[in-house]
């Protein structure tokens, strides 16, 4: 019976390591880390307005991505009075092929020369690879000029992954 009660007790005190050991390595704490980045854009109007959405493509180069590329798919409100409201979902891409997904909301603005300023916050929402539990947010400017085949955006915020 003692010998019984032996092997019971060093079970329970190796899996006791185990799970210590375990929790040790599952660890959640991410490092925040600064994310800028430029990139070139071209736009493709997907569905016409009132109801407009668009398709915006990116390549550029970004910190912790290198050089990499998006596509965005944003819905930009136009039946209300300017600013218009905006909205969508980001797809970034590292150039090893990780990726990280956002989700974006913000205005557009007209200026009086016919761009517009597009200013967006995006929301970390994981990815693959590196980028697996990536969270963060970033700001997007944007100066856009519709009768230009590209624009570019500028990126600024946090990421931690």
């Known amino acids: 019976m003692k010998r019984h009660h032996s092997v019971i007790i060093m079970a329970f005190t190796f899996m006791c390591m185990l799970l210590s050991c375990k929790k040790e390595t599952t660890s959640t704490a991410k490092t925040v880390l600064p994310f800028k980045g430029t990139y070139t854009t ?3 109007v997907l569905s016409p307005p009132p109801n407009l959405q668009v398709r915006i493509t990116g390549i550029g180069q970004a910190n912790y991505l290198g050089n990499g590329k998006f596509v965005a ?11 218009f409201h905006l909205s969508g979902i980001s797809t970034m891409t590292a150039d090893n092929g990780d990726v990280f997904y956002t989700s974006f909301a ?10 517009r300023t597009v200013v967006m916050t995006h929301t970390i929402r994981g990815g693959t690879g590196k980028f697996e539990n990536a ?15 590209t624009n570019s955006i500028t990126l600024d915020g946090s990421i931690s992954y």
Do not use: A, K
């Open 135 to 149: 969270s963060g947010t970033f700001v997007g400017n944007s100066i856009v000029n519709q009768s230009s085949p």
């Open 106 to 115: 913000g205005l557009e603005t007209p200026n009086p020369d016919g761009s």
């Open 73 to 83: 798919y944003s819905t930009p409100n136009l039946t209300t009075p300017p600013p």
């Open 42 to 44: 071209t736009i493709e």
